[in-house]
């Protein structure tokens, strides 16, 4: 059964550059043509898609938040990580990484499988 | 100021038949299909409807849901107290190259 796990500092100091990663478990981040993305979840602005990426690298990225974001992908650890720079008090939420239910591009909207999420304060 | 526009809150008795709205414009629901999730208290969403009208394994055929133009709705018949959650659509707008949401609605069961 996939699984997805958030991990990173609860805490990132203003003007600084939060860090998550996302390990996947129970099968391979390389199998099957998902977009694996990065989500978060604040009170005042509900849900918002971060960004997207595939086991290639190849990213779709939020435009909201291009510039300050980065998502990479580390096959050999299962894993993938985002990078926000320069946070400031509107990037306090919690941070969900999920995998689509459908394949392609096409189907990164389609969120499947989530982490428990992480809750990260600025 | 979600992209996507739902009610707040909408409620309903057990064994009712309750509807979410999700409103959009061209270049989201227009053009695109839409996707529901329910969220409950502390934890993460939960797929309940792909592609407007489909439904994952596992989901209940209480759920359905519809899309017409730029509206979308969610239906959940046969209401249950463990209804009670936070319901958010989602689809991809073609103008911000973005997946967008709705602001979620709270679903009450009296």
């Known amino acids: 059964q996939l699984q997805l796990q958030e991990s990173g500092p609860g805490l990132v100091k203003s003007s600084e550059t939060l860090s998550l990663t996302c390990t996947v478990s129970?099968?391979?981040?390389?199998?099957?043509?998902?977009?694996w993305g990065w989500l978060r979840q604040t009170p005042g602005k509900g849900l918002e898609w971060i960004g997207s990426i595939y086991y290639s690298g190849s990213t779709f990225y939020n435009p909201s938040l291009r510039g300050r974001v980065t998502i990479f992908v580390d096959t050999s650890e299962n894993q993938f990580s985002l990078k926000l720079t320069s946070v400031t008090a509107a990037d306090t939420a919690v941070y969900y990484c999920?995998?689509?239910?459908?394949?392609?591009?096409?189907?990164?909207?389609?969120?499947?499988?989530w982490g428990q999420g992480t809750t990260v304060a600025v | 100021q979600s992209v996507l526009t739902q009610p707040p809150s909408v409620s309903g008795t057990p064994g009712q038949t309750v509807t979410i709205s999700c409103s959009g414009s061209s270049s989201n629901l227009g053009g695109n299909t839409v996707n529901w999730y329910q969220q409950l208290p502390g934890t993460a969403p939960k797929l309940l409807i792909y592609?407007?009208?489909q439904r994952p394994s596992g989901v209940p055929g209480r759920f359905s849901g519809s899309k017409s133009g730029t509206s979308a709705s969610l239906a959940i018949s046969g209401l249950q107290s463990e209804d009670e959650a936070d319901y958010y659509c989602?689809?991809?707008?073609?103008?911000?190259?973005?997946?967008?949401f709705g602001g979620g609605t709270k679903l009450t069961v009296l």
């Open positions: 999920g995998r689509p239910y459908l394949y392609g591009s096409g189907g990164l909207d389609v969120f499947y499988i």
């Open positions: 129970g099968g391979s981040i390389s199998s099957g043509n998902y977009y």
């Open positions: 989602s689809a991809w707008d073609d103008s911000l190259h973005a997946v967008v």
């Open positions: 592609r407007s009208n």
